[in-house]
């Protein structure tokens, strides 16, 4: 046999390609979605409207209407009653099949007609000679265009005869958690006896989808553990925490205009104490809008300087990056440190300088955005690689930074910082290779943001506020719709906005910022408004995250029903900064979706970054939350990471065990359900 002919594929094959089924064990997972009830006859009788049913008649009429159109009508009778069968498309075989006095079986919804109960369109075979009632639920799988159920059907039931169904797990541990075993549950959930719970099945509680569900978290649970593991092999340069009054930590601590909250000393203890160990560190440091971040970050950036490496610092947007930037300049230059700042707006001749600074290892310190991790940068010995919003990244984008420094399998140390809480399913899911740091404290002396909603049919009070906010020394934030399906428009909107406030209010010094303004102009602007030279900063969401003006008290938000819940925190969290009392005004115009009502709500009743985070996951559900780059929510076929989430911490203790005892297991575990998906958990 020619190798051609070897390879090809049937159009069945590849139709099942398509579906991601390449293998009879693929094919025992590809599971039912839903089931459909043909074990049993419905009398005629018995239906009610909206019943999905199955009934078996001969046929009394059979005929083609003309009104109000073309159709073809008929009506099957049993002992109970007669139902009345309706087709608006149809085929001449259709008609045929459905002969007088000929036994066929109907399925479909029953409603009631004008003549009584009908089926529109049911799915008709004829019963005389036809094969038998089956005795198992049919099952409905997830398919492609071309791919009929019954052809599914087909292969699945042959594969189920085929594949390798053992046990991965061993029987101490299915008992110890109440689990059915493998075989026995696959093969129920192709072909659940008619006994089996349509309610549990449908609602995935069954025992069968229980134990699928915990195979696959226990899956996920053991590659992470993997990942972990292998983290643990590779090297990372030791930086130790100098001592004594000398190091640079201690200078900058000695320099910072305030005291750390106790919240940042813990999460810096924590932080100090991995940079000192030769794996790398990845750490998560997680902690509200306002809370001090960036300078846990800057510490833990002296701490690589101070062992004579190198620290970075990549945020998502110029604008945060810059105020990173100058922050970190402040703080550190006259500590005598050298700050690089790479991003992609710089000349090239600017970058050339900056990047050559960065690989001559003569700043020991570079922020910036993307731009660090472009190919032509090069550290001379990257220690320590930060990266702000590390959910606004992708996976790739992450390892690329931390690629940077790696030089014969040693690699930098890893900190990344967010605003946003990870819920507690996907911490111990997605996120179970991170180490975790929360700061879970504000610095002192921050009064609560007041949140008020108004129909923007009352913005004329809300510029009135504002004018006596401004004469009362105070500055404030307006910040423009986001205009989703153009750039252009949100611009023009940014402009139209500014020139009537302008307008409005008169004697009031007012700047406009938006994302097109050339970066020099845009940092100009920013400038004037932290200077207190500019009253009121009317911006695109350029402002959302990063800007730093403790005077600022007063935010409006134009169309805030545009907004995401955690955009509208983040954007939030930019007043309420200084001891005033600040108030954040949300507009928004009626009528309001059910979801943005419920976000605006929640903005209303609510200033916890926690609790907002966990009502957004319920609002869109954890993929969004993930980002679709990093989700890997496609791992996730069956379990359900809000619902099941005792499952989750099952699967999670068992892997730790299963980890240190049974390796064997672990290895047949994985190969049954990570088959082609190892890679991306690598990351
Ligand atoms: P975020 O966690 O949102 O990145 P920042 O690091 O920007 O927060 O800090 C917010 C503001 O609080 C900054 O002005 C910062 O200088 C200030 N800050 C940080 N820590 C303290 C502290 N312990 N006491 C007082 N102010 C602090
Ligand atoms: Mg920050």
Redesign the pocket.
């Known amino acids: 046999m020619s190798h051609d002919a070897a390879t090809e594929l049937s159009p069945l094959q590849r139709k099942l390609h398509k579906l991601g089924l390449r293998s009879s064990e693929d094919l025992v997972l590809h599971l039912p979605i839903r089931y459909e009830d043909e074990t049993r006859l419905t009398p005629i009788a018995r239906l009610l409207p909206g019943m999905w049913a199955q009934v078996e008649g001969v046929v009394t009429r059979c005929e083609i209407g003309y009104r109000p159109r073309r159709q073809l009508l008929a009506a099957i009778a049993d002992d109970s009653g007669e139902l009345a069968l309706r087709f608006l498309n149809f085929y001449p075989s259709q008609q045929k099949q459905l002969a007088v006095g000929r036994r066929i079986r109907a399925r479909g919804e029953a409603r009631g007609g004008f003549f009584g109960m009908e089926m529109v369109h049911p799915r008709t075979t004829v019963a005389d000679g036809g094969p038998p009632l089956p005795d198992s639920l049919t099952p409905v799988y997830p398919t492609t265009d071309g791919l009929p159920q019954a052809a599914l059907r087909k292969a699945i039931a042959a594969a189920l005869a085929q594949a390798d169904l053992r046990d991965t797990l061993p029987a101490s541990l299915r008992e110890r958690y109440g689990l059915m075993e493998f075989g026995a549950a696959v093969r129920l959930l192709h072909a659940p006896p008619p006994d089996a719970s349509a309610d549990a099945l449908r609602d995935r509680a069954h025992p069968a989808w229980l134990r699928i569900k915990f195979d696959e978290l226990l899956a996920q649970q053991l590659s992470l553990a993997q990942a972990r593991a292998a983290r643990l092999d590779k090297r990372a340069p030791p930086l130790p925490a100098a001592d004594g009054p000398r190091s640079l930590t201690a200078r900058l601590l000695a320099a910072l205009p ?4 106790a919240a ?1 000393r813990r999460v810096g203890a924590e932080i100090g104490a991995d940079l000192a160990r030769s794996h790398p560190m990845q750490r998560l440091l997680q ?1 509200d ?7 846990v970050a800057a510490l833990a950036a002296a701490q690589a300087i101070d062992n004579g490496y190198q620290a970075a610092l990549m945020a998502p947007t110029e604008i945060l990056a810059e105020q990173h930037f100058r ?1 970190l300049v402040d703080w550190l230059e006259p500590l005598g440190v050298e700050v690089a700042w790479l991003t992609g707006s710089l000349s090239p001749k600017a970058r050339r300088e900056a990047a050559a600074r960065v690989e001559s290892g003569a700043a020991q310190l570079a922020v910036g955005t993307q731009a660090l991790i472009q190919q032509n940068v090069a550290f001379a010995r990257l220690g320590l690689a930060i990266v702000d919003e590390q959910h606004r990244f992708g996976v790739g984008q992450r390892l690329a930074l931390r690629g940077k420094g790696g030089h014969d399998d040693v690699f930098p140390h890893q900190l990344m910082m967010t ?1 946003t809480p990870i819920p507690r399913t996907l911490a111990m899911t997605f996120f179970a290779d991170l180490d975790v740091s929360v700061i879970d404290e504000l ?2 002396g921050r009064t609560p943001v007041v949140t008020k909603l108004l129909s923007d049919t009352r913005r004329d009070e809300v510029v009135a506020r504002i004018h006596d906010a401004v004469r009362g020394g105070r500055q404030a934030y307006w910040v423009c719709p986001l205009v989703e399906e153009s750039e252009t428009l949100e611009l023009q909107t940014a402009v139209d906005t500014y020139e009537a406030l302008c307008r409005s209010l008169p004697g009031v010094r007012v700047g406009l910022a938006h994302g097109r303004l050339p970066t020099a102009e845009k940092a100009a602007v920013m400038q004037a408004f932290t200077a207190g030279e500019i009253d009121l900063l009317v911006a695109t969401t350029v402002i959302e995250v990063g800007v ?1 003006v ?1 005077n600022a008290s007063l935010m409006v938000i134009e169309h805030a029903e545009r907004f995401g819940l955690a955009q509208l925190h983040q954007l939030r ?1 930019r007043v309420g ?1 200084g001891a005033a009392e600040s108030v954040c005004v949300l507009l928004y115009q009626a009528p309001l979706s059910q979801v943005a009502k419920a976000r605006l709500r929640t903005m209303h009743q609510t200033t916890d970054g926690f609790e907002i985070a966990r009502r957004d996951l319920e609002l869109r559900g954890p993929g969004e939350f993930l980002g679709v780059r990093q989700s890997g929510l496609a791992l996730m076929r069956f379990a359900d990471l809000d619902a099941d989430i005792e499952i989750a911490e099952r699967a999670h203790e068992a892997a730790a065990e299963l980890q240190a005892r049974e390796p064997a297991v672990v290895a047949a575990h994985l190969a049954r359900w990570m088959r082609g998906r190892e890679d991306f958990l690598k990351t």
Request: a positive charge.
């Open positions: 305030f005291r750390l909250t940042q902690g809008v306002g809370s001090g971040k960036t300078v922050k605003a610095p002192p730093d403790p969290g900064r």
